[in-house]
């Protein structure tokens, strides 16, 4: 799911198309409606936006690594950045305590 197809389908979930129609008009799975369905019902769809743009950061980071491209120095940094961004303050407490134990 991209961001644009997010946004399509919440337009779609507003206008009242069901999960098929939402699959059919979008291309997203049925299991991704169903998440935008949840994200809207539950008032967190910000969140999940969120979520969606970091998934394609690390989608086209992972593709320029996969290449070869490698990527530039300050990218490490800004993936950091947007994770921390993008999550809750627990998920970056134990992301902290993961770094400083060593399991990355």
């Known amino acids: 799911m991209t961001t644009?197809?997010?946004e399509k389908a919440l337009d779609l979930l507003d206008s009242g198309y069901t999960f098929p129609s939402i699959t059919e008009e979008t291309g997203i799975t049925t299991e991704d409606a169903e998440a935008v369905h949840v994200a809207w019902f539950k008032g967190t769809t910000e969140q999940l936006f969120r979520e969606v743009q970091l998934a394609g950061m690390l989608e086209a980071?992972?593709?320029g690594l996969r290449s070869g491209r490698g990527?530039?120095?300050?990218?490490t940094s800004d993936i950091l950045d947007e994770i921390?961004?993008?999550y809750p303050a627990?998920?970056?407490?134990a992301?902290?305590?993961a770094l400083l134990?060593?399991?990355f």
């Open 4 to 6: 644009d197809t997010f």
């Open 61 to 63: 980071a992972a593709a």
């Open 71 to 75: 990527w530039e120095e300050s990218t």
């Open 84 to 86: 921390l961004r993008v």
């Open 90 to 93: 627990h998920v970056k407490k």
């Open 95 to 97: 992301l902290g305590l």
């Open 101 to 103: 134990a060593g399991k």
